[in-house]
């Protein structure tokens, strides 16, 4: 017997939208507005009470936008889509509120009618101005089909199972678990389902086994997925397991005010502890956290500070082991105003300046609508501050006007209006007429004109507004003119330049509006020499660098080249180059010949001033070949190669220089003591003080003071003995027979004795020349005494003649004789 057939699956239905009758909504929206209290202000600004908000909604029903306005009647509203305006038809239509109706919201199923889905403005109008709305995202609502559905799964008793389905719709599908086509038990602790599409089901039990099915619902739609079956088999061996993350948490991009869901399943013998924290060590706090199940982690009402990276750790139960993942929540926040756009009343002619401050994440684009039109810098408007500051300057009866900043990220957008009222004070004058500028030469321009045609009475000056016609307004400077003066001479202004002139007429209760600009250009010149440095590239080639000169582009002009060998008359050229060209080189040129080159600016205007240069390429060509060019690459190598052959010089060249240091102070030691040893042997023996002889004492050099106590008679001493102590010098009036006679000298005594230094000590009737030498110095004599007449007459050495070579005898004394 077959069977019985299983009753169809029970199904959640669709939730649904709390709508109204559509008698009873259509009687709200047609109901006009209420009427404004006694203490509104309407003589300011045109304002948005209800401005429409994103919605989704369902093909075929009626959608209703949002919009009430604020303002002196009368206003008028409209209404804008994707940024076109609506037309009254009867597919759309403006209640008396200033809402819009759609009846029956269309969507373009590729038929050709049009779609209803769009960016929708309400746009407000009255006689101060126009404001229009925040854009509201209009999306039909949708439902796809399953890209993930639930897995089987076979698990043991005390396990985690884990379900997963996903699938889009707008708006976000609500999705619910069947077990056996009936649904699950949400009251039971051990089944957990998170909003986005995932079943855990903790602490398995036999029980749990079955076939499980993912249902999406929304105002669209209604999906069923695919079954999963769950096999719980007997209980685990018991043996331990190390902890383990099944699934760890995703990235999330959320907006403020949502609810995200950080999931984290972990599992292990014995049961693993699930904690979170924060990457950047910052607390997670309580208010708003809850964890769900065995370790999801839920905050509620999500801010931008949420935003960061969590981690998820599971650790075992009384160790340090632990096993971690981690996942980044990204918290998007609509633009908000910090500060608002204030209405201001400015008198005709100053400046007025709107301020607005936003914030949002990512941070808002702001742009600035004068009645409706985006508003950009140009001409006496200004946006400073990443567009956060308007300023408008000399303001006149056309910048009266409603002004909006607008905000907008991709979390949404919002916006803030302001008025500007432009105040005239009674009696002003017109603005001055007929305002006339004329070019008088390159550098100067006249300005005339004539005075206003109304109150002109208490004009007490002009004042002349001047600037390039291609900078922006806050380069514009002003000069001064008196009342009696219809004219001015504006100098110092640049040659070919366009520039822009308009004159206001000054009373003690303020300015006149400004007169209509008018557009002139100087006069060109011809251009000023340019600068020009040359370098010599080899032997043969020159290069000429110099600054470029666009701006000769546009006037027609360029560079001139001239170049010749100084011995010739005539030059090269001229060489035509652009302004824009900065250098330019001269090869083949005569590696002998010394060049003149010559540079020029020309324009419409004429040839400007020649910058002249004077080059030599024979030093060039004579230093090449000296120095020949290298091989850079051969060069790099071989120094590469040879960097430990100069360490090895340096320790050579070091370990040198020290033996050169140690054999100059032994060799000068050694010679020292050579030379004593020679001047003991050549001195004659010296006895005891009392019994020397007095002429010896004088020849080995006693003090100048002995040698005065000494008495003429002492001092005398017999030729013989000089000759027996001197057998080589000749005796005193005999000059040696021999020509050029030399002293006989020791072989060794002149190379020792090369510093040796001689000084004359002269002695009545006698002169003594002794040896001082570095090491080895005599006592300091005393005055030298006047040589005699005998002593110039002799043909002995004597005071200021040369000293004879140095020997042996000279080494130790002479003694010149009358």
């Not at 038809?89 to 200033?98: E, F």
């Not at 079954?227 to 331990?240: E, I, N, P």
């Amino acid at each position: 017997m077959a069977a019985p057939r299983a009753a169809p699956p029970r199904r959640p239905p669709a939730p649904r939208r709390p709508w109204l009758p559509l008698p009873l909504l259509l009687l709200l929206l047609l109901l006009p507005p209420p009427a404004p209290s006694a203490g509104l202000d309407h003589s300011a600004e045109l304002a948005f009470a209800v401005e429409p908000s994103d919605d989704v909604a369902v093909p075929g029903q009626p959608v209703v936008l949002g919009c009430r306005v604020d303002g002196t009647p009368p206003v008028r509203i409209t209404w804008r889509k994707n940024g076109v305006e609506l037309s009254e038809s009867a597919h759309t239509t403006v209640l008396a509120n200033g809402s819009l109706m759609i009846p029956h919201f269309l969507l373009d199923r590729g038929g050709g009618s049009p779609s209803d889905e769009g960016d929708y403005e309400c746009v407000a109008q009255n006689r101060f101005g126009l404001v229009v709305s925040r854009k509201a995202r209009i999306q039909a609502a949708t439902m796809s089909d399953f890209h993930v559905h639930p897995q089987a799964i076979a698990g043991e008793e005390g396990g985690v199972a884990r379900f997963q389905c996903q699938i889009h719709g707008l708006p976000k599908p609500l999705i619910m678990w069947e077990k056996n086509r009936v649904p699950i038990d949400t009251d039971n602790e051990r089944y957990t389902l998170l909003p986005k599409g995932v079943l855990q089901i903790t602490g398995l039990r036999a029980e749990d086994s079955g076939v499980f099915h993912c249902v999406a619902s929304n105002i669209a739609s209604v999906r069923v997925s695919h079954g999963a079956r769950l096999t719980v088999s007997g209980s685990g061996s018991g043996a331990y397991k190390e902890p383990m993350i099944l699934v760890g948490p995703e990235n999330l991009t959320l907006t403020v005010h949502q609810t995200a869901v950080l999931e984290c399943v972990a599992t292990g013998n014995p049961r693993p502890i699930v904690s979170w924290s924060r990457l950047d060590g910052r607390p997670i706090g309580v208010e708003g956290i809850q964890v769900l199940g065995t370790g999801n982690l839920i905050i509620s009402d999500v801010t931008v500070q949420h935003s960061g990276v969590y981690v998820c750790a599971a650790n075992r139960p009384g160790t340090r082991v632990r096993r971690t993942a981690q996942g980044r929540l990204v918290v998007q926040a609509p633009a908000e105003f910090v500060q608002h756009p204030q209405s201001i009343s400015r008198p005709a002619g100053t400046t007025a300046m709107f301020t607005c401050q936003v914030q949002g994440e990512p941070p808002p684009h702001v742009t600035w609508l004068k009645n409706g039109q985006v508003l950009g810098p140009g001409g006496h408007v200004r946006l400073k501050n990443n567009n956060s500051t308007l300023t408008i300057s000399g303001i006149g009866p056309e910048d009266e006007a409603i002004y909006q900043c607008v905000a907008e990220n991709s979390a949404g957008s919002s916006q803030a209006s302001a008025r500007l009222t432009v105040l005239w004070a009674e009696g002003l004058p017109g603005p001055p007429i007929n305002v006339r500028a004329v070019s008088v030469s390159s550098t100067e321009v006249r300005v005339s004109w004539n005075e206003p045609l109304v109150n002109t009475e208490e004009i007490i000056g002009y004042v002349l507004h001047i600037r390039k016609a291609a900078d922006p307004p806050e380069l514009e400077y002003q000069e001064a003119v008196s009342k009696s003066t219809f004219q001015h001479l504006v100098s110092d202004l640049e040659p070919s330049t366009a520039y822009s002139f308009y004159i206001k007429a000054y009373t003690p209760r303020g300015a006149s509006s400004a007169s209509p600009p008018t557009l002139v250009s100087t006069l060109g010149e011809a251009p000023a020499p340019p600068p020009l440095s040359v370098r010599v590239l080899g032997g043969s080639t020159l290069q000429l660098l110099w600054e470029p000169w666009p701006r000769l582009a546009q006037h027609e002009g360029g560079f001139k080249l001239f170049y010749r060998p100084a011995s010739k008359a005539s030059f090269t050229g001229p060489i035509l180059l652009p302004g824009t060209v900065s250098s330019y080189n001269l090869s083949q040129l005569d590696p002998t010949a010394v060049y003149e080159v010559k540079l020029l600016a020309y324009n419409q205007h004429g040839d400007g001033n020649a910058t002249v240069r004077f080059v030599s390429l024979r030093g060039a060509s004579e230093r090449t070949a000296l120095s020949p060019p290298c091989d850079c690459r051969k060069e790099e190598a071989t120094n590469q190669m040879s960097t430990t052959g100069i360490v090895i010089g340096i320790h050579i060249g070091v370990t040198c220089i020290i033996f050169c240091v140690l054999f100059l102070l032994f060799g000068q030691r050694g010679r020292v003591l050579l030379c004593k040893d020679v001047e003991n042997q050549l001195s004659p023996p010296q006895g005891p003080r009392g019994q020397r002889d007095p002429g010896v004492l004088a020849l080995n050099g006693a003090r100048l003071g002995d040698r005065g106590h000494l008495s003429r008679d002492e001092k005398r001493v017999d030729m013989k003995e000089l000759e027996q102590l001197f057998p080589s010098g000749g005796a005193a009036g005999q000059p040696d027979p021999r020509p050029n006679p030399r002293p006989m000298q020791d072989p060794v005594a002149p190379a020792l004795c090369e510093e040796t230094q001689l000084s004359t000590l002269p002695l009545q009737g006698f002169s003594l020349q002794e040896e001082r030498t570095s090491e080895a110095k005599a006592p300091r004599a005393g005055p030298e005494a006047a040589p005699s007449p005998q002593d110039k007459g002799s043909g002995l050495l004597s005071e200021g003649q040369a000293a004879p070579p140095c020997s042996a005898p000279a080494a130790q004394s002479a003694l010149l004789g009358q």
